[in-house]
């Protein structure tokens, strides 16, 4: 498991200048990922990717 976060953020950081804004249709949550969730952490809604 801890390696698959390593990955991740290795992925995230080759990825640096191209961030996603990502924000919950739902609840409304939003935040700025290098790795866009498939589903809002806070409520489990769908997310919008702009």
């Not at 953020?9 to 804004?21: D, K, M, N, T």
């Not at 249709?25 to 489990?44: A, H, I, M, S, Y």
């Amino acid at each position: 498991m801890e390696n698959e976060m390593k990955d991740l953020f290795a992925v995230g950081y080759a990825l640096q200048a191209h961030r996603e804004w990502v924000k919950c249709l739902k609840c409304g949550w939003e935040n700025r990922c290098f790795v866009p969730p498939t589903q809002c952490p806070r409520c489990g809604g769908k997310l919008y990717i702009e």
